[in-house]
């Protein structure tokens, strides 16, 4: 079976740090790793909201999420000679760290026990997804190409990427088999990867 | 072939992976097959570009005071040089240089003191000038030459419900105190304090509904300033005493508190 993504070219990267390129916050990140403190304000002023906005969307109380940013960004100032940029944009690295953190805390909290059954009577929140997600110019490509997806595709995505569950309760909140849902998520990553525009 | 069964069973993980939509267990798994897939991480890069970008539509606007206490504690926070690069890799955070060994006089004492020593003047200094506001250019000065700090101290000092306390002591010396309950820790320093016969020594205490329990003795200061001192462990009702006892140290007070905060 192809794998998807091996084939692709490796010099021939687009940005998925917004409008400005990548090398502008690799710069950065490299002067904050020198400890730079006017660089790691401009690192928080660029990152922090994303963070934030996807720490929130997991956690979803405000005092956690406000917790747990503070940690991530605190992380990215403590490791940020860690950051090694052959693997992947500034963004992806922040953002990965926050959303794992995220996770990490949401299922520290509830056994995972308690949660499979709570989330069986949780709403697909696709709509409120989709609205929060409804402005500006990269939100709209976002929700473009959530759009171009499956319905299965899409809700598994918004379910484990925006709130944080494991592929197991997805499963269980769709009714269908893990085994789809586990395809179905690469599925979905890969179609918005190349709707996207990244290519890595 | 099982090892291909295997090994395929691993690699439908990748997605969910890149979403964090898998248990612990199962992460452990998939990065064990993944330390021997040089594809499976090129692709992983690629799905995360993507999920950042999912995540960055949803950016929000930010808590007011949050800039300011991450700036603060990263301030106060010690960076990573490249050459740990690895072991913090695998999880292996540097420990805080901890120099419990010489503040506790036997190992049978409960561990809930640490000094913030790391490299140790540099540190206490830092965790001084925040804690007592000084904030001379000669301090500064250390501080960036040593880039030392010490991450408990700012976990304390950078909490949301952090609160000082400043009490004087009686034979003179002050004593500050930052404490946060939401970290069930506090932060001690004290200044000044009247230097005690050799055979005594000052020691610290919680106590409150779960007991007294002697946290340590105080360390000799260095011009007269001791600490920054990192008291965990901190319960709802406790008080922060302090007492000299014999230099061994004693299991419960054997003089009149000297200091009694309620915390």
Known sequence: ???????????????????RPRDDLEAQIGLVA??????????YERLAPSVFGVVKGVIRDPAQSEEVTQEVLLEVWRTAAKFAPGRGSVTAWVMTMAHRRAVDRVRSVQKEAERERRVATE???????????ESSLERERVRRCLNSLTDVQRESLILAYYRGHTYSQVAGLLGVPTGTVKT???????RMRDCLGVDE | ??????????????????????????RERFERHLAGCEECAREIAGLREATAMLGAATARPLPAGLKERVMTAAEVTRQQPPAEEQAARTGTRAAPRDITGTWFRSLAWPGRLTLAAGTAAAAAVLAIAVVFGVTNGNMRQQLNQAQASSRQIAVVLTAQDAHMMTRAMPNGGTVRIVVSKTRHALVFTAKGL???????????????PAGTRSIGMLP??????????????????????????????TARPTTPMMLDVAL
């Open chain 1, 1 to 19: 079976m192809r794998a998807f993504g091996s084939q692709e070219p490796q010099g021939r990267r687009r940005p998925a740090d917004g409008a």
């Open chain 1, 184 to 190: 179905r998520m690469r599925d979905a990553l890969i």
């Open chain 2, 220 to 249: 000799a200061g260095s011009d007269g300033v001791i600490g920054p001192v990192v008291v965990s462990g901190v319960r709802a009702g406790d008080h922060l005493a302090l007492t000299d006892e014999p230099a061994r140290g």
């Open chain 1, 34 to 43: 020198r400890g730079d403190g006017a660089a790691f304000d401009a690192l």
């Open chain 1, 123 to 133: 709403e697909v929140p696709y709509d409120e997804v989709t609205e929060a997600v």
């Open chain 2, 1 to 26: 072939m099982k090892l291909i069964s295997r090994r395929t069973d691993a690699h439908t993980l990748i997605g969910a992976y890149a979403m964090d939509a898998i248990t612990a267990r199962d």
């Open chain 2, 194 to 208: 009247r230097p005690l016969p050799a055979s005594q020594e000052y020691e610290l205490w919680l106590t409150g």
